[in-house]
């Protein structure tokens, strides 16, 4: 029953993204008409504020790509697994929920979103009280 609300939920949300996509002529920036997709400027100043020290921008690039027309599955792991590891609770959180429903390793998916909750992320916290998982986060 919960696949099919995930996949029901993510239909609608693909649906409510999807876009033809527009070229800008006067900047030549493509916009995929999806908010969520950041032009190449953008995302340059993206990943030049976190080579600055804004960790956020691994969860915002990481986004970035899975948003595309054609997502970048690689690099959107990549960015969320560079934020978790630096203690990012909200990487550690879409990393695990990656891991837990699209990758289907639940185990992997887990020890993230524990990590995500001993982080007081909100979205891990009521995954694992709506799941009835234990928050014994001693291994995580």
């Known amino acids: 029953m919960k696949r099919v609300f995930y996949v029901i939920l993510f239909s609608i949300l693909f649906i409510m993204t999807s876009c033809v996509s527009l070229k800008n002529d006067t900047d030549e920036q493509v916009n995929y008409g999806n908010p969520l997709v950041m ?14 020290g804004d960790l956020n921008m691994c969860n915002v690039i990481a986004i970035h790509y899975e948003s ?11 960015w969320f697994t560079i934020g978790a590891e630096r203690g990012d609770p909200n990487c550690m959180w879409n990393l695990g929920y990656h891991f837990y429903y699209i990758y289907g390793d639940e185990e992997l998916g887990l020890f993230w979103i524990k990590k995500a909750a001993s982080n007081n992320q909100e979205n891990a916290n009521r995954f694992l009280n709506r799941n009835n998982i234990l928050t014994s986060l001693n291994k995580s």
Not at 40 to 47: V, W
Not at 68 to 78: G, S
Request: no cysteine.
């Open 39 to 52: 032009n190449p400027i953008e995302l340059e100043q993206a990943i030049t504020k976190f080579n600055d």
């Open 68 to 78: 595309l027309e054609e997502p970048d599955l690689i690099k959107t792991v990549y």
